[in-house]
C-alpha cells in the first residue's frame, strides 16, 4: 500500500513495483475477507459476531477464533514459523497502531483505512510492476486481479498452496519470482531486452 501510494504521489527513483499479498482497494479487501469469514465453522463465526457487537475483540475467545482464519488465509505453516510467532507477539504486546490503521483483525476494518481506495488510480502507473498473491490469501485472487486489471501490463502471478505470507510457505519460488523481475528490471535499466516483462 505504501509501495502504491509512493508511486502515485510521483516518488523519484522508482524503477519497479512489487505488489505482493496487497489491496488496491480495502472496502474490496473487506468484501473479500467477509466472504472468507463466512466460510468459516458457524461456531466460528459465532463467538467473531458475538464478540465484535459487545466491543469485546480483546477477549482470549475472540483471539482464539480469529486464528481459524489466520491459519486458513494468513499462514497455512503449521506449526508457525518463529518469524510470525514474534511478529504477532510484538503486535498483541503494542496493538495501537494495528488498531488505528485497520482495527481488532484482518476482517473487521474499523480503522483509518477502512475506505482507502487507489482503485481509479492504478493506470498512472507505468512502472513495471509485478503482482504476487496467493491461491488461499486473505487478498484473495480477487483482490490481486484487480490490481492486474488497473496497472498497464503488470506480471500478475497467484501462488497455489500459499495464503497471504506466500515468502514463508513457498520461500524458493516466492525468491525465484522476485529474481526473475529484479533481472528483468535491470537489464531494462541497462536497455537490454528484459526477459520476463
Given at each position: 500500500?505504501?509501495?502504491?501510494?509512493?508511486?502515485?504521489?510521483?516518488?523519484e527513483g522508482?524503477?519497479?513495483?512489487?505488489?505482493?499479498?496487497?489491496p488496491?482497494?480495502?472496502p474490496l479487501?473487506t468484501?473479500?475477507?467477509?466472504?472468507?469469514?463466512?466460510e468459516?465453522?458457524?461456531?466460528?463465526?459465532?463467538?467473531?459476531a458475538?464478540?465484535?457487537?459487545?466491543?469485546s475483540?480483546?477477549s482470549?475467545?475472540?483471539?482464539?477464533a480469529?486464528?481459524?482464519?489466520?491459519r486458513r488465509?494468513?499462514?497455512?505453516?503449521?506449526?508457525?514459523?518463529?518469524?510470525l510467532?514474534?511478529?504477532?507477539?510484538?503486535?498483541?504486546?503494542?496493538?495501537?497502531?494495528y488498531?488505528?490503521m485497520?482495527?481488532?483483525?484482518?476482517?473487521?476494518?474499523t480503522g483509518?483505512?477502512?475506505?482507502?481506495d487507489?482503485?481509479d488510480?492504478?493506470g498512472e502507473?507505468?512502472?513495471p510492476?509485478l503482482?504476487?498473491?496467493?491461491?488461499?490469501?486473505?487478498?484473495?485472487?480477487?483482490?490481486?486481479?484487480?490490481?492486474?486489471?488497473?496497472?498497464?501490463?503488470?506480471r500478475?502471478?497467484?501462488?497455489d498452496?500459499?495464503?497471504h505470507l506466500?515468502?514463508?510457505?513457498?520461500?524458493?519460488?516466492?525468491?525465484?519470482?522476485?529474481?526473475?523481475?529484479?533481472?528483468?528490471?535491470?537489464?531494462?535499466?541497462?536497455?537490454?531486452?528484459?526477459?520476463?516483462?
Open positions: 500500500m505504501l509501495a502504491l501510494k509512493a508511486a502515485l504521489e510521483g516518488a522508482i524503477a519497479g513495483l512489487i505488489l505482493s499479498n496487497a488496491a482497494s480495502m479487501w468484501a473479500e475477507t467477509t466472504r472468507l469469514r463466512s468459516l465453522p458457524v461456531e466460528v463465526q459465532a463467538v467473531l458475538v464478540h465484535e457487537e459487545r466491543g475483540t480483546d482470549p475467545a475472540y483471539q482464539d480469529l486464528m481459524a482464519f489466520y488465509h494468513v499462514c497455512r505453516i503449521d506449526p508457525w514459523p518463529d518469524c510467532l514474534r511478529s504477532f507477539q510484538a503486535m498483541e504486546a503494542d496493538p495501537r497502531v488498531h488505528a485497520c482495527g481488532p483483525s484482518e476482517f473487521h476494518i483509518s483505512l477502512r475506505s482507502w487507489v482503485s488510480r492504478l502507473i507505468h512502472q510492476t503482482v504476487i498473491g496467493g491461491r488461499y490469501d486473505e487478498a484473495t485472487p480477487a483482490v490481486t486481479e484487480a490490481l492486474h486489471r488497473g496497472i498497464p501490463n503488470p500478475w502471478v497467484v501462488m498452496d500459499c495464503s506466500c515468502h514463508l510457505e513457498q520461500p524458493q519460488p516466492y525468491l525465484e519470482l522476485l529474481r526473475s523481475f529484479l533481472a528483468d528490471l535491470e537489464a531494462r535499466s541497462a536497455g537490454q531486452q528484459p526477459a520476463g516483462l
